[in-house]
């Protein structure tokens, strides 16, 4: 940390209410009300078109709500004259000036917000790009935008980081290392909030998600929970008499796939009604586990009628 900054965040939330924004017939966001709170990383979740870039973009004071309010920390993000000391963030790494090198870029921002200078190699450092300081940012990758970008967010050391589309154009290193500082800011008792379209990468690092389609909200619960709102769930067995229990199943209106001669995938039943019967018909079990639904099918499950653009279909 540099000095000035103050050593808790736990009390750092970005709490929205009753947040509205209309574009003349357009409602991009409707009476959307969340919070995010720190020492954990919040997924920001919803289909194309949903809403999400405009209620970043309310967060940080580039657009300015219809009705309700959003703040951080108790207060409106636009009344912070050093915003970079209070919110890092990242909503696109393309919207930078291509003729300055990623120090200058930096020192600017620094400059502008009264950051110490010294923070400039530290965050190049940290974010693999001490090596090409000296470089003219048009001539970087997006990946390496991204990675500036990222620099440029965690500059003022702030105890909130906000972050649209993070992983776009980083190879697998790039994409872990973004996991890990992520996790790792969380642990510091940051605020971390991330929106994103890779399902993959959320249920590997979000432990909250806040999901929104046509600009209204889906849902505000856990990883674990959301995932488990997946009408896909399923119970693997694994038994010596496949064949025998498989007929027990099905009388109860089970379905059965075998995956081999003693390992079979159950939907339908619950493990719990599955032992049951197992035990009831003396049949051998050496395996039952529940398995959950993976964050994309329970994605896709509860948002299918919020997505604004379907391939194939019309509604």
């Known amino acids: 940390m540099w000095p000035g900054r103050r050593n808790s965040t736990v009390d750092t939330v970005i709490e929205a209410k009753q947040l ?5 017939d357009i409602v991009a966001v409707n009476d959307l009300t969340f919070t995010v709170r720190p020492g954990q990383v919040t997924g920001f979740l919803g289909p194309n078109g949903a809403g999400k870039s ?21 207060v409106p ?9 209070h919110v890092g963030a990242l909503l696109d790494a393309q919207d930078v000036h291509g003729g300055r090198s990623a120090a200058a870029h930096l020192s600017a921002l620094a400059r502008s917000n009264r950051i110490p200078l010294s923070r400039v190699d530290k965050v190049l ?26 620099a440029g967010a965690l500059l003022g050391d702030p105890p ?38 890779m399902m993959a ?38 038994t010596p008499d496949l064949a025998a229990l498989a007929a027990v199943l099905t009388t109860e209106g089970a379905s059965v796939q075998q995956e081999n001669d003693e390992v079979g995938k159950v939907t339908g039943l619950s493990a719990a009604r ?4 197992a035990h009831r018909h003396r049949i051998v079990l050496h395996e039952l586990t529940t398995q959950t639904s993976s964050l994309e099918v329970a994605f896709m499950q509860l948002t299918a009628d919020s997505a604004e653009y379907l391939a194939g279909e019309s509604r």
């Open 54 to 74: 405009t209620t970043l973009r309310m967060i940080l004071g580039l657009n300015a709500p219809t009705s309700g309010s959003v703040t951080v920390d108790g």
């Open 125 to 150: 450092h940290e974010v693999g790009l001490a090596g090409a300081a000296r470089r003219r940012i048009g001539g970087f990758s997006l990946g390496m935008k991204q990675r500036l970008g990222i």
């Open 160 to 197: 909130v980081l906000l972050f649209d589309e993070p992983l776009n154009g980083l190879d697998p290193e790039g994409v872990l290392w973004v996991r890990g500082l992520f996790r790792r800011m969380a642990s510091e008792g940051r605020t971390v909030f991330v929106s994103s379209h």
């Open 20 to 24: 509205t924004k209309r574009y003349g």
């Open 274 to 277: 599955i032992g049951e019967l």
């Open 201 to 238: 990468e959320m249920q590997h690092t979000a432990d909250q998600l806040i999901v929104i389609g046509q600009g209204e909200l889906i849902a505000d619960q856990s990883l674990v929970d959301f995932s488990a709102r997946s009408t896909h769930l399923s119970v693997t067995v694994h």
């Open 77 to 85: 993000f636009s009344n912070r004259p050093r915003g970079l000391r």
